[in-house]
């Protein structure tokens, strides 16, 4: 059974960084391309980052370049999503999902980005 | 590109058929895929490649379109079907509608 587990959410300070981490199981994890997305309270999807399965090539929205980075580790199964500099309409619910089709998705974790 | 989903609310009772509309704001060549998302929950992919069925999804949604305008169709609402539903364009990066809320009328 495909299992997508995140984790590392929290409060934090506009400025501040805060680093999520999905941990993947029941399938080959190095075969798929991954992705964030996220759902600001009572909002609508917003697709955030997509990495290649290898790691090789990655992709941002224009509001989250240079302050995310996508990243994965394939030995460990396991995506990780990097947010520096945070600002108040970063708060939201970030999800991972796999492929560029989002066929299966996390739980969620939320994200409140508040002094 | 910008996706236009309409309505942006809509009331049905059990049994009826449902349609909901995505409309893109350039060809996306039947790149198009169709999320259910339950309150509280996370959303659940139904429809990809614009008519494509994902495996385990009941035969009562389907999907159509091309070009520009697309549609959800669901042949016979069920109680279980109350959701918010969003579109998704892949073919020039990734972009969701705003969605459409169904309820039970």
């Known amino acids: 059974e495909v299992q997508l587990v995140e984790s590392g959410g929290g409060l934090v300070q506009p400025g501040r960084s805060l680093k999520l981490s999905c941990a993947a199981s029941g399938f080959t994890f190095s075969d798929y391309n991954m992705a964030w997305v996220r759902q600001a309270p009572k909002k609508g999807l917003e697709w955030v980052a997509t990495i290649s399965y290898d790691g090789s090539s990655t992709y941002y929205r224009d509001s989250v370049k240079g302050r995310f980075t996508i990243s994965r580790d394939n030995a460990k199964s396991t995506l990780y999503l990097q947010m520096d500099s945070l600002r108040s309409e970063d708060t939201a619910t970030y999800y991972c999902?796999?492929?560029?089709?989002?066929?299966?998705w996390g739980q969620g974790v939320m994200v409140t980005v508040s002094s | 590109i910008q996706m236009t989903q309409s309505p942006s609310l809509l009331s049905a009772s059990v049994g009826d058929r449902v349609t909901l509309s995505c409309k893109a704001g350039?060809?996306?060549?039947?790149?198009l895929a169709w999320y259910q998302q339950k309150l509280g929950e996370a959303p659940k992919l139904l429809i990809y490649n614009a008519n494509s069925l994902q495996t385990g999804i009941p035969s009562r949604f389907s999907g159509s379109g091309s070009g520009t305008d697309y549609t959800l169709t669901i042949s016979s609402l069920q109680p279980e079907d109350v959701a918010t539903y969003f579109c998704?364009?892949?073919?020039?990066?990734?972009?969701f509608g705003a969605g459409t809320k169904l309820e039970l009328k």
């Open positions: 350039q060809n996306i060549n039947n790149y």
């Open positions: 998704q364009q892949y073919n020039s990066w990734n972009t």
């Open positions: 999902a796999r492929r560029t089709v989002f066929d299966y």
